[in-house]
């Protein structure tokens, strides 16, 4: 049984409004209190970070969808590290699928943003997958290992502390389609592998790996028994207060 604390990310994308974002987020909150087991976070739209944050409690920590590395300056649209943290966010994602594929975002990019979330004292999700077409040309365990090695370019063994990784297989999001366990803990398994070789048995054994492929109440419990899962971080289901909470449960165990 591994040791690592497991964690758990809810992530809202482009989703709710200000009222529906508090309700969910007081849901959330009320049911995870006293849950010891599991860490959890909730990554709401950027202009409802602090009605959020208001109506978290100790249990949920407020997270951020994405971020940019500079500090300031004439970047219309963006957002910084300051700002995020002026709004009570203690983690961030970077390289989600979303942001790869449909934004266009490279790994260069991510990892600038990754290594600013860290400087800043963030807690850094980098979010790691193939698609569909490299899945099927057998090159998953390739492309996780090059979005890592670049994601991770220039992060001491010191910060990789506040590194959680989410390997989100992108053919598996919002497809309805869901890696079985074994595939998903071989995928895993590799990418804990990448870290050793980067930073040691001991750090790679100590970092959280989540699974991101459409993960469901009805799933939860076999994929975060796998020996190399910690957690996943959840999309569609983080919507639904009474399905994120089920999920949550699983990862408390």
Request: charge should be negative; glycine fraction near 12%; include cysteine.
């Amino acid at each position: 049984m591994s040791k690592r604390r497991p964690i758990i990310g809810g992530n809202w994308k482009m989703n709710t409004n200000a009222e529906s974002a508090v309700a969910l987020a007081r849901g959330v909150a009320d049911g995870c209190a006293g849950l010891s087991g599991v860490e959890v976070f909730v990554c709401p739209p950027f202009p409802y970070l602090t009605h959020v944050g208001s109506a978290l409690n100790n249990a949920v920590m407020l997270a951020a969808q994405d971020l940019y590395h500079e500090p300031d300056g004439a970047f219309t649209g963006e957002i910084s590290t300051a700002m995020l943290a002026d709004c009570g966010v203690r983690a961030v994602l970077t390289g989600h699928s979303e942001r790869r594929h449909v934004i266009g975002e490279g790994d260069a990019l991510i990892n600038k943003k990754t290594r600013a979330a860290l400087n800043a004292g963030l807690l850094a999700v980098l979010c790691v997958g193939e698609k569909l077409d490299q899945r099927d040309a057998g090159e998953t365990d390739a492309v996780n290992e090059r979005q890592i090695r670049a994601g991770l370019a220039g992060v001491t063994p010191d910060q990789m502390a506040r590194v959680v990784i989410a390997y989100e297989p992108v053919w598996a999001i919002g497809t309805g389609k869901t890696a079985t366990p074994a595939d998903a803990q071989d995928a895993h398994a590799k990418i804990r592998a990448v870290l050793t070789d980067l930073y040691g048995p001991e750090i790679a054994g100590a970092t959280r790996i989540q699974y991101g492929g459409s993960v469901k109440a009805s799933n939860a419990a076999e994929l975060f028994g796998q020996p190399d899962i910690d957690g996943g971080l959840i999309g569609g289901a983080s919507l639904k207060t009474a399905d994120f909470l089920d999920i949550v449960r699983a990862a408390a165990g």
